[in-house]
């Protein structure tokens, strides 16, 4: 079987196509013919440039994370999947009988195993998956889509049912134009949000302006909040997701967060520490929420949803043999929206 592998941590050079070991089905996993898979930043760069500091894998390594593919085989006791399905997989693979898991809050599972980190991955012909990480998608959406949406869709939908989103609220989306920014903003529209969107680059807001969102602005403004509180009629918005934690963007979030609001956020892009003004936030009865990763409800929630419309933007595919110049395009930050290898 033909796959993108790895011997040691590195940059781009260090990724080998090689022939590894044929996987085969353990019981309650399925075994997938892979199509297309999204190349990340952290899952796979991070990990490959050994930053990632979830990982823990002996080499020779297969990377690869979120995928789609057909099902060719299923293990023992899978009853849900069949050969010839057309699926989506998530990396993230949770233990199931730790109080989070039990309790539905699993995106809390503190020994969750990420595919293509903690075991072989997707940059191969094939891998076998648990089968409780594998949906069926739907036939309006193409391999290469799904890949795009595979992880950030269900963790999109987690961070806001989470914070409790209902019909017709306000929900500030930071960083939009971000592969997963993206995918917040259009789950929260197509649930009856009205989105703000976020960008501090001119070129990514005009593209953003394309997508239907109630507004796309600029936190860099100096009439930002000015804005937003326009824009809610002075009431603020409900939610704010913001994956960035800036320390100059972050009071800017909690100024335009209305009573009752709930910040979120699934990611620390630039991870500086961010003030939080405690008596604004109690006096507002306000929460701020740190959402790891997706729950398992969630994942089929959010390809339900997709049945219906989900807008994706896959900026560019490379082949499995082109995947150094794929990781060498995503740490170029070249690309609006999701890259993807396809087979
Ligand atoms: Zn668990």
């Not at 989070?100 to 809390?108: K, Q, V």
């Not at 979030?253 to 939080?276: K, T």
Request: hydrophobic fraction near 45%; include cysteine.
């Amino acid at each position: 079987m033909k796959a993108a592998v790895i011997h040691e941590f590195g940059s781009a050079d260090v990724l080998k196509i090689e022939d590894a070991p044929q996987p085969r089905p353990d019981s309650g996993e399925v075994l997938v013919n892979v199509h297309a898979v999204r190349v990340g930043g952290l899952l796979d760069i991070g990990t490959r440039a050994g930053r990632n500091p979830f990982a823990r894998l002996t080499f020779p390594h297969i990377l690869g994370a979120d995928f789609a593919g057909e099902v060719v085989e299923v293990g023992q006791g899978v009853a849900g999947l069949e050969p010839g399905d057309r699926v989506a997989v998530s990396p993230f693979v949770t233990c199931g009988r730790c109080p989070a898991c039990l309790t539905g809050r699993d995106y809390g599972c503190p020994s969750a195993q990420l595919i293509g980190v903690h075991r072989q991955g997707s940059y191969a012909e094939q891998v076998s998956v648990p089968e409780k990480v594998v949906r069926r998608i739907p036939s309006t959406l193409s391999y290469e889509q799904a890949a795009a949406l595979a992880l950030s869709g269900p963790v999109a939908l987690t961070q806001l049912s989470v914070a409790g989103l209902r019909d017709g609220d306000w929900v500030l989306v930071t960083a939009a134009a971000s592969g997963l920014g993206l995918v917040t903003a259009q789950v929260a529209k197509s649930m009856g949000a009205r989105v703000i969107a976020t960008s501090r680059k001119d070129w990514k807001r005009e593209i953003l302006r394309g997508h239907g969102f109630a507004a796309v602005l600029d936190t860099d403004d100096g009439s930002f909040v000015d804005q937003v509180r326009d824009i809610t009629g002075g009431d603020g918005v409900a939610i704010a997701i913001d994956d960035i934690s800036s320390a100059a963007m972050f009071p800017k979030v909690c100024a335009v967060l209305g009573r009752l609001g709930v910040i979120v956020s699934s990611g620390a892009q630039v991870a500086e520490a961010v003030p939080l003004d405690l008596r604004a936030l109690y006096l507002k009865s306000q929460s701020v929420i740190g959402i790891r990763t997706h729950t398992q409800a969630a994942l089929d929630g959010f390809w339900t949803l997709a049945q219906n419309r989900m807008e994706t933007l896959v900026d560019r595919t490379f082949t499995l043999d082109e995947v150094g110049d794929a990781h060498r395009y995503v740490e170029a930050e070249k690309n609006f929206g999701r890259v993807v290898l396809t087979f």
